[in-house]
């Protein structure tokens, strides 16, 4: 099992030096493979309740938010966050000071740079209203929550 993790870490490593020349020779470009490999394996240790590792990587997978965070990875990065305000309320996990730090500075984070990203895609003549259904909307909304449960309305 061991070594299975040593290779995924070196073709990790691959990935993000790809990334990074593919980065060097167009920089306009936004590339998602390795925030793609994070947010799975993030959702994964989520999934099995290893939430403080799980966290930490979604939000690694969206630095820098400028130029990873959009409708899609936000779609995902946020079941997650659900996932653990879901287990907080329930008490069947708690959470250190750290990890809550970390993501409240991610969620500044996505209300800075998500105001822009719809949320919802307008289907057979539905309003969606931008106000609403934008990222730094649904950032604001989870950072209440996870105040809440944290103690500090």
Same mark, same amino acid.
């Given at each position: 099992?061991?070594?299975?993790?040593?290779?995924?870490? /070196?073709?990790?490593?691959?990935?993000?030096?790809? /990334?990074?020349?593919?980065?060097?020779?167009?920089?306009?470009?936004?590339?998602?493979?390795? @925030?793609?490999?994070?947010?799975?394996?993030?959702?994964?240790? @989520?999934?099995?309740?290893?939430?403080?590792?799980?966290?930490?990587?979604?939000?690694?997978?969206? /630095?820098? @938010?400028?130029?990873?965070?959009?409708?899609?990875?936000?779609?995902?990065?946020?079941?997650?966050?659900?996932?653990?305000?879901?287990?907080?309320?329930?008490?069947?996990?708690?959470? /250190?000071?750290?990890?809550?730090?970390?993501?409240?500075?991610?969620?500044?984070?996505?209300?800075?740079?998500?105001?822009?990203?719809?949320?919802?895609?307008?289907?057979?003549?539905?309003?969606?209203?931008?106000?609403?259904?934008?990222?730094?909307?649904?950032?604001?909304?989870?950072?209440?929550?996870?105040?809440?449960?944290?103690?500090?309305?």
């Amino acid at each position: 099992m061991t070594n299975r993790n040593e290779d995924a870490e /070196e073709l990790m490593k691959r990935i993000e030096k790809d /990334e990074k020349q593919s980065q060097f020779q167009d920089a306009k470009q936004s590339y998602y493979h390795l @925030c793609i490999v994070n947010l799975v394996i993030g959702t994964l240790y @989520c999934s099995k309740r290893n939430f403080v590792f799980g966290i930490s990587r979604i939000i690694k997978s969206l /630095e820098p @938010c400028a130029k990873k965070l959009n409708a899609d990875t936000w779609y995902y990065a946020k079941r997650c966050f659900l996932g653990l305000a879901e287990n907080l309320s329930k008490h069947m996990t708690v959470f /250190e000071d750290d990890l809550y730090h970390e993501i409240m500075t991610f969620l500044d984070a996505a209300e800075e740079h998500g105001k822009g990203i719809l949320t919802v895609i307008d289907q057979q003549g539905q309003n969606t209203n931008p106000k609403y259904h934008n990222v730094a909307f649904e950032a604001r909304l989870l950072k209440r929550t996870f105040l809440k449960l944290h103690g500090q309305n």
